[in-house]
């Protein structure tokens, strides 16, 4: 980099050109939604049969490459942003380097060399004649450094010491310039695609690493905006993003999604598009490296003799070596890339109906994802920002990444039957699985801590909802617990504010607190179900349920508890969603604001012995 190729360069021509990339971007995002949400959610709402289903795939292919084109153009937009700051600073360096040098005197050299006039006290009657230097080695070497101090102070031309000082300002800003080339030049080459009409995961892969890239090179860039509030609340969060610009909220979405996707009271909008390329490029990542992993030895089991001549059956010594070697990533990776499917499995069912009379379902929003130990999995049917009626729905034990298909149905099932009874008015149901849930059933399930260790990233979410609403109206919202799931609602109301209008439990182990007073809610809207076969209220009572001083263990099965019981027509511990079920249509009712029309079961009698 010389003076006049840093002279001549113009930085706005970068960012006019990032601001065409990143128009670009928005466009493919437009048709990617377009694609995805209007055009085949039309199709699966109306048409059936081989060809809808040949179109189908031909239309998620498409909207896959928009999503690609959308992620790699925000890329390149905020790499030349990156580059155009950097470049920038450097020129600001050289020009004010430059001014100083003319405005005392000296003349620059094309190759940063400064020719310094005489000037000086009078020796031997002349004064001391001017003469011309070059940027040294000073800064980046203490020897030189204090050399050159020595000779500045022994110059009898006070010129000698500034022209010294501006050529090391004009080669600091030059190599500046230089190094940034240099560091930009590979990142920005990396952002090719491949040339063929097919989004691999190897292409997401790549797009992982090419941001990484640049966000590597752009650390000073990323720094000089505006950085998010350090352990912010939900308002905190949304005032951040509000006072962003455009440029500056690409930049964020496209270096660090993993962050934004994670920020509570950001419009949904926004976190779902974070998070859909965390899930692109996180499954693409785990199917290349399961695929690099030897598959599991065909002989898993065999026999051996036992005590008593009877055989025994155990894993073969070839299976056990190999189950040392990758057994527990592969198991991870396999059950991750599950879950994935399943997120993305609801994704492609957006417009299908169950039949004629029902709705298509409505757009989904990924509002929360990490495949990390057991993963995290947030998605909403509908906007929750526009909804007047909101339900959160909060999984029990076991719950995790790669069996998010069934508290999706769940949720699903009940958007439909809310829709049906919300006289017209937007419902939006939304999968929290935003915690670590007990994965065993003895050994976890009994222990609080993990409803305490969520609660707190559970009240975030609910304030978070209530910061991002857009609607005329505040809305109406629902929180439902299942089995473990309530008892982590109990936490979140007993250690904080429980943002909610309604509290529904289903097969409850407990709450941790004796009332339903205690929820945080309105009195008279805590519901309950229970239905026959569940087992959990009474087994899980002793461990959840919540007790005063001196009284019993209580669960919100209890009638002391003081909750409305719900009827229910469904059997065991999982049937509360089933279709059609009255256990289901209750719910619904409530997250409707029908709280008139739930069905209630009778009082149970109580009977007094008198002489």
């Not at 505006?226 to 993003?241: I, L, T």
């Not at 989904?364 to 339900?391: C, K, M, V």
């Not at 229910?568 to 008139?596: F, M, P, R």
């Amino acid at each position: 980099m010389d003076i006049a190729t840093l002279k001549a360069l113009k930085p706005s021509e970068y960012e006019e050109a990032a601001d065409g990339y990143r128009a670009t971007s928005e466009m493919a995002s437009t048709a990617k939604d377009t694609v995805e949400n209007q055009i085949s959610a039309g199709i699966r709402n109306q048409l059936k049969g081989e060809t809808a289903d040949a179109a189908l795939r031909e239309l998620k292919e498409l909207g896959e490459n928009f999503h690609y084109v959308q992620t790699e153009c925000a890329l390149v937009s905020t790499a030349l942003n990156g580059f155009a700051y950097d470049m920038a600073a450097a020129k600001r360096k050289l020009e004010a380097a430059l001014a100083d040098a003319e405005a005392a005197g000296c003349t620059v050299g094309a190759d940063g060399s400064v020719t310094f006039p005489a000037g000086g006290t009078e020796v031997d009657g002349k004064v001391p004649e001017g003469g011309t230097v070059s940027p040294s080695t000073s800064l980046t070497d203490p020897t030189a450094n204090a050399i050159e101090q020595q000779a500045i102070h022994q110059h009898p031309n006070p010129n000698f010491g500034k022209a010294i000082g501006f050529a090391n300002r004009i080669g600091d800003a030059l190599k500046e310039a230089t190094d940034a080339d240099a560091k930009w030049a590979p990142k920005l080459r990396a952002l090719k695609a491949d040339d063929d009409l097919v989004v691999s995961d190897r292409d997401w892969s790549d797009a992982r690493s090419d941001q990484d890239g640049v966000n590597e090179a752009g650390k000073k860039y990323l720094d000089s905006l505006p950085q998010p509030p350090q352990d912010g609340s939900p308002k905190d969060n949304a005032a951040w993003w509000k006072n962003l610009s455009d440029e500056e909220r690409a930049a964020w979405l496209s270096l660090r999604p993993d962050a934004v996707g994670k920020l509570d009271g950001l419009p949904s909008t926004v976190r779902d598009e974070a998070n859909r390329i965390v899930l692109d490029e996180t499954r693409a990542r785990y199917q290349l490296e399961l695929n690099s992993i030897p598959k599991p030895p065909v002989n898993e089991w065999t026999y051996i003799a036992g005590y008593g001549g009877w055989a025994s059956k155990v894993h073969t010594d070839e299976w056990m070596d190999w189950y040392k070697q990758y057994g527990e990533r592969y198991d991870h990776l396999t059950k991750s890339l599950k879950g994935m499917q399943s997120i993305q499995d609801r994704f492609d069912a957006t417009g299908k109906a169950t039949d004629k009379d029902h709705k298509g379902l409505p757009e989904a929003y990924l509002l929360g994802f990490s495949a990390e130990g057991n993963g995290r999995a947030i998605i909403a049917n509908g906007d929750p920002d526009t909804a007047r009626h909101q339900a959160v729905y909060v999984p029990g034990t076991t719950s995790n990444l790669s069996n998010i298909s069934g508290n999706i149905d769940r949720m699903t099932a009940t958007w439909r039957v809310a829709t049906d009874e919300a006289d017209g008015q937007p419902v939006s149901t939304i999968t929290w699985l935003g915690y670590d849930a007990p994965q065993d059933i003895v050994k976890d399930s009994p222990f609080r801590h993990y409803a305490d260790d969520g609660a707190p990233a559970f009240n975030r979410f609910l304030d978070g909802l209530e910061t991002s609403h857009t609607g005329e109206a505040p809305p109406h919202r629902t929180v439902i617990g299942h089995s473990y799931g309530t008892t982590l609602v109990g936490s979140a109301a007993d250690h904080g504010t429980l943002n909610a209008d309604d509290v529904v439990t289903a097969g409850s182990p407990g709450v941790t607190v004796p009332k339903a007073e205690q929820l945080d809610v309105p009195k008279g809207h805590v519901w309950n179900e229970e239905a026959d076969g569940d087992v959990v209220p009474d087994i899980g009572r002793f461990g959840h349920g919540g007790t005063d001083w001196d009284g019993p263990w209580t669960v919100p099965s209890d009638e002391r508890f003081g909750a409305n019981q719900m009827t229910t027509d469904t059997k065991g511990h999982s049937g509360y969603w089933d279709e059609g079920s009255d256990s289901l249509l209750n719910q619904a009712l409530v997250v409707a604001g029908h709280t008139e029309d739930v069905k209630l079961k009778e009082p149970t009698p109580t009977w007094k012995y008198t002489r």
